[in-house]
């Protein structure tokens, strides 16, 4: 009888992409909230590494108070606002926009020097990882005769985890220093000894989920195709343009390192994404490109302060710098002040 009337009254509600009314619903609203959560503890993570690096740092102090000020309604917020992003939006464009960061993390790391990714790179990822676990749920509990309850357990875990990252961070921005100083505290002994290997942490993580959500965002929109050169004609113009589009803002990223650019390479990536599906796609997937349009400037603007952060410590790491002069042998000259200021400069 209640599903009669369910029924019912769904076939008079809106449709929106990605979810459904009922059932549909609920799993696309679990799987929004876990990749929120991954979401909040790579924030929570690099802002913990961010703020001890600059502890170290005797220039670092005003960026350490920067870093510092955090409520936990704007933690929480953030939280609501990513969960609500990634329920509305379709897996389709989710889709996309994995495979579009990887592309852009690909060229990021082959485009450095020594093939280390900026630290940036960690929080420009922030609404791709989300759409990444989502991906990847939503591709691996297809069909499963136990989804909604697995999806629960997801959450569960998502949460435990989330509400500790923001517990070890409050403590670290309250205690670290004088902990560290007094030597009794065992979180804290344990960040003082092992903060360097964070990112290196997060990029492993980072690395097997994307894989995962590649491989299943593929799977997502081959779905879709029915016959081969379907998928063709679909794929050809998106790989070719994205690739060319990618090339393009990592070198303008590159040289123009600022937040305006950061900004509008969003933009720009949005609207390449938003033109390719208006030729080859459906109109559903507009409001999607919307959506992310949203989570992305949603997510850069809560990581402004890291992101200006990451900035200035690889400028600084990448500055040149003077090579150590050698003591003058017996007999030499030595260069002037003027000379050693001039060179040095």
């Known amino acids: 009888m209640l599903s009669g009337w369910w029924s019912y009254l769904a076939s008079w509600l809106p449709t929106f992409p990605g979810l459904a009314w009922g059932g549909g619903l609920v799993d696309s609203l679990l799987q929004g909230l876990v990749g929120a959560c991954a979401v909040s503890i790579l924030c929570t993570l690099m802002k913990i590494y961010l703020y001890i690096k600059?502890?170290?740092?005797?220039?670092?102090?005003?960026?350490?108070?920067?870093l510092r000020r955090q409520r936990l309604f704007a933690q929480q917020l953030h939280l609501l606002v990513l969960t609500g992003t990634f329920t509305a939006v379709g897996s389709r464009v989710a889709a996309l926009v994995v495979l579009e960061f990887s592309l852009r993390a690909v060229s990021a790391i082959l485009s450095l020097?020594?093939?280390?990714p900026s630290s940036q790179l960690y929080l420009l990822c922030q609404y791709s990882l989300g759409c990444g676990i989502s991906c990847s749920l939503s591709y691996l509990q297809e069909g499963a005769?136990?989804?909604?309850?697995?999806?629960l357990l997801s959450v569960g875990l998502a949460a435990l985890l989330t509400h500790y990252a923001w517990r070890a961070s409050r403590h670290v921005f309250s205690m670290y220093e004088l902990h560290c100083?007094?030597?009794?505290?065992?979180?804290?002994?344990?960040?003082?000894?092992?903060?360097?290997g964070i990112p290196r942490?997060?990029?492993n993580a980072l690395k097997v989920t994307f894989v995962v959500a590649d491989l299943a965002a593929i799977a997502l929109i081959n779905r879709d195709f029915l016959t081969t050169s379907e998928a063709?004609?679909?794929?050809?113009?998106?790989?070719?343009?994205?690739?060319?589009?990618?090339?393009?803002?990592?070198?303008?990223?590159?040289?123009?390192?600022?937040?305006?650019?950061?900004?509008?390479?969003?933009f720009v990536r949005m609207g390449g994404l938003l033109i390719l599906l208006m030729t080859v796609g459906r109109w559903l997937d507009i409001a999607s490109?919307?959506?992310?349009?949203?989570?992305e400037l949603w997510c850069l603007v809560r990581a402004g302060a890291m992101l200006e952060v990451c900035r200035k410590q690889?400028?600084?790491?990448?500055?040149?710098?003077?090579?150590?002069?050698?003591?003058?042998?017996?007999?030499?000259?030595?260069?002037?002040?003027?000379?050693?200021?001039?060179?040095?400069s």
């Open 113 to 116: 020097d020594k093939g280390a």
């Open 181 to 196: 100083k007094e030597r009794y505290c065992g979180l804290c002994l344990f960040l003082l000894a092992t903060w360097h």
């Open 145 to 151: 005769p136990h989804r909604t309850w697995n999806l």
């Open 54 to 66: 600059c502890l170290n740092d005797p220039d670092g102090q005003q960026q350490k108070e920067a």
């Open 201 to 203: 942490l997060l990029c």
């Open 232 to 266: 063709v004609r679909f794929w050809t113009p998106l790989t070719i343009c994205y690739t060319l589009l990618v090339i393009y803002m990592q070198e303008e990223q590159r040289l123009n390192p600022t937040e305006q650019m950061a900004y509008q390479t969003v």
């Open 289 to 295: 490109i919307l959506v992310s349009l949203v989570g």
């Open 314 to 344: 690889d400028y600084a790491e990448r500055s040149p710098r003077s090579a150590p002069r050698r003591p003058p042998r017996h007999g030499e000259a030595q260069d002037p002040p003027t000379s050693r200021t001039a060179t040095a």
